[in-house]
């Protein structure tokens, strides 16, 4: 959903700013270092990431993201998962991400160039790859903010690119690119089983290595996102529906970055629902706020969650690794809260990070639906000084479970 940050007012010793918790001023102070490592059109970095643009589609920009010079500690520019684990705060974040140059190039997404060969190897590669880079002219220096996908830096049109080192790439990415007949869901969710991480599977959609050979194209960065979470969490929908419902009814809270999960699940069938809202301070409790909500049934979704967009499927598939591990199937009412302290959009890693940190937090148990409803009324009302009774008269989840019919009643 869309949520209002608030506009940085300049310099402030006193606040944030002063305390180094100031994203604004983390990317000014990135900004300012990339130019001055920058000072003319060739240069020597790390290949950190590929990046596939959406706008003038099917014709779109691909860029190699890299530092404006070499590090041994370059992976830690694309490292979602490792921010999370290690809470990173957005200026920490900010200042690795505005520090990204793409250096960019214009193709069609079917088309095959010695460029796209070198964005793959950088795609497919466990650890960034040595690369001499020649511009076109010297980057624009800006901080590219998006929702979906987590910031980039400057950018800039790629004259020239080459590889210096022979890329690490895994012998099960090899061999899933070299799969001509394997289906991308497939391939996706091979390497999904064999522990590689989301951010880097999206990567190797993105820049057209997976799937059938006649069908390999380039896909957006931001599509390729969603697209991953949502194929993997469609085949872990198909294990946790053979296992038995969960005995009782559980509470999971946590955080990360200012958006705070509140997870439910009940004892029923495979069903999910999520609400977004954006709790500002000092808001009237008895007023309703605006949300976005999105739902699937057992039978899952025909069409894309536009209301919470691609938070839908990451919060999902946190939520569904928690099943996976219990071993048990149930119906989950997922509730996020937006604060000021998440400051700049990041992109959809920090949902999905956000919710297995609440997941993964031990939960509260609880005998009985009435008692869990009541519990999540009085946690929101002291967390954030808000009713959420108006979101749950409006949850198709709850009014779903209401209505449900249970074997034992024709027994």
């Excluded at 992109?347 to 609880?366: D, H, L, M, Q, Y």
Aim: charged letters at 25%; proline letters at 5%.
């Amino acid at each position: 959903m869309n949520i209002p940050f608030r506009q940085h007012k300049g310099y402030d010793p006193l606040g944030d700013c002063g305390k180094g918790r100031c994203p604004i001023c983390a990317r000014n102070n990135a900004i300012f270092k990339v130019k001055e490592a920058i000072q003319k059109e060739e240069f020597t970095s790390d290949g950190v990431a590929p990046f596939v643009g959406r706008y003038g589609y099917p014709y779109v920009n691909v860029g190699i993201l890299a530092p404006p010079e070499q590090r041994e500690d370059a992976w830690l520019f694309d490292a979602p998962k490792y921010w999370s684990a290690e809470n990173y705060g957005i200026p920490r974040i900010v200042d690795f991400r505005s520090s990204l140059l793409n250096s960019r190039y214009n193709i069609n997404i079917k088309k095959r160039i010695k460029l796209l060969e070198l964005s793959q190897d950088i795609a497919m590669s466990s650890k960034p790859v040595d690369v001499e880079i020649q511009l076109h002219e010297k980057p624009r220096f800006r901080l590219n903010l998006d929702s979906y996908m987590a910031p980039t830096g400057p950018n800039a049109r790629l004259k020239k690119a080459s590889i210096t080192e022979n890329p690490k790439i895994h012998t099960k990415v090899y061999k899933v690119f070299e799969d001509a007949d394997l289906k991308a869901n497939e391939a996706v969710n091979y390497l999904y089983q064999n522990k590689f991480d989301e951010n880097f599977l999206s990567k190797l959609l993105s820049v057209g290595t997976l799937g059938l050979k006649k069908d390999r194209k380039l896909v957006p960065t931001r599509w390729s996102i969603t697209a991953t979470d949502d194929i993997i969490g469609k085949n872990l929908i198909k294990e946790i529906k053979d296992f038995n419902e969960i005995n009782s009814y559980y509470s999971f809270f946590g955080s990360y970055l200012g958006n705070y999960y509140l997870i439910l699940m009940f004892p029923e069938i495979w069903s999910y629902e999520l609400f977004e809202t954006y709790v500002p301070q000092n808001w009237n409790f008895a007023k309703p706020l605006r949300y976005g909500t999105d739902f699937e049934r057992y039978d899952g979704r025909r069409y894309y969650a536009h209301n919470t967009a691609g938070g839908y499927y990451t919060v999902r598939l946190a939520i569904l690794e928690k099943l996976e591990e219990m071993k048990r199937q149930a119906s989950v009412l997922a509730l996020r809260f937006i604060t000021d302290e998440y400051t700049m959009p990041l992109g959809v890693w920090c949902t999905r990070e956000a919710a297995r940190k609440a997941v993964f937090n031990k939960p509260i148990e609880f005998s009985s639906k009435e008692l869990l409803i009541n519990y999540a009324k009085a946690l929101v009302k002291k967390k954030f000084g808000y009713n959420i009774g108006y979101i749950l008269r409006n949850s198709i989840l709850l009014r779903s479970i209401k209505q449900q019919k249970k074997l034992m009643q024709f027994t």
